[in-house]
């Protein structure tokens, strides 16, 4: 009981942060607005007709997805700042499984991360993206799948690197490249010998594919854009979060104990 309390703890520490935090919460407003909405409209003005599908809706699904599973990776690996701070070295120091702390870092940060795609919702039904209601229902445990697979793989991050500057540092490299290898800007159907391994292991790929999946099941554009059927995203969503959190949990304990 003491260990759900703990959970439960660390993740309402999470949320409440994101209350106090008016930049993360203005840039989360600000974000989909300059991807979706500028980017989305340029696309589609100028290659929208010629690709045979709206950008929009394409671009919504990646940002969608790209929110979610960044916003849960960057949660965290703020661990590694929790740790060096007064308040957080209180928590790290009490009588609280490690493994309590990871998991209620992956329930806050998944909550955040749902918060912050709301106004991705938002702004698609105002630039008419066919969110319809079945469509919408299946998106949700989507969103908090994608949440987990971005939680898990800052757990995996996270337990690699040994300070903030670090971090801070490598992270946008991880991050950084999968913004192409995924497809969240630009169509990945077709793409060359030596980009095709690495955007089969990057793993933000998956629930953005999952995402143009359920938006564009039935649709006459499906075969242009969604890459994987969603069974096949889900199998590897659900691999790869296990990997990552097995290996970067016990890094991580393991770090803590020789502390």
Do not use: H
Not at 28 to 56: D, E, H, K, W
């Amino acid at each position: 009981m003491s260990d759900v309390s703990a959970i439960l703890t660390v993740a309402s520490r999470d949320v409440l942060k994101l209350g106090r935090d008016r930049t993360r919460l203005a840039f989360s407003i600000v974000f989909p607005l300059i991807f979706i909405g500028l980017m989305g409209g340029t696309l589609q003005g100028n290659l929208g007709r010629a690709a045979g599908f709206n950008f929009i809706g394409f671009i919504f699904t990646g940002v969608l997805g790209m929110t979610l599973f960044q916003s849960a990776a960057q949660g965290l690996i703020s661990l590694i700042e929790d740790r060096e701070q007064d308040f957080s070295q209180e928590m790290f120091v009490s009588p609280i499984s490690r493994y309590s702390i990871v998991f209620g870092k992956i329930l806050g940060e998944s909550v955040v991360s749902l918060v912050q795609a709301v106004p991705a919702f938002g702004l698609a039904l105002l630039l008419k993206v066919p969110l319809t209601l079945p469509i919408f229902a299946l998106m949700l445990p989507a969103a908090v799948l994608a949440c987990l697979l971005g939680a898990g793989f800052g757990v995996l991050a996270m337990s690699l690197l040994n300070s903030q500057r670090a971090a801070q540092q490598i992270f946008p490299f991880l991050m950084f490249p999968q913004f192409f290898l995924a497809g969240i800007f630009n169509p990945i159907k077709i793409l060359p010998w030596y980009l095709a391994p690495f955007s089969l292991l990057s793993p933000l790929r998956y629930p953005v594919d999952l995402f143009r999946g359920i938006l564009y099941q039935g649709r006459p554009e499906y075969s242009k854009i969604v890459l994987f059927d969603p069974l096949t995203n889900l199998a590897v969503m659900a691999a790869m979060f296990a990997v990552f959190l097995v290996i970067g949990t016990a890094l991580f304990v393991r770090q803590e104990t020789n502390r």
